[in-house]
């Protein structure tokens, strides 16, 4: 669970750029730890799960932005 002040962070991050840009930045963040954890940790199990969230990441990302008209 985030404290407030990550949340108001998290909110100023939105305010500042997009909802669509933040949830963009998490996708990559998704894909940069699978690739982290494949390359130096060689534990392939730990980086699907990675890979899963990077997927719906995708998804919501796709459906957010229909919603907002990107």
């Known amino acids: 669970m985030l404290t407030q002040a990550e949340r108001d962070t998290l909110e100023a991050m939105i305010d500042r750029t997009s909802l669509t840009a933040v949830l963009e930045g998490m996708f990559d963040v998704c894909g940069d730890k699978a690739e982290h954890i494949r390359a130096n940790w060689q534990d392939e199990q730990t980086a699907k799960v ?21």
Do not use: F, K, T
Not at 51 to 65: K, P, R
């Open 50 to 70: 990675w890979d899963i969230a990077q997927d719906i990441m995708s998804s919501v990302l796709a459906h957010v932005s229909r919603l907002m008209g990107e």
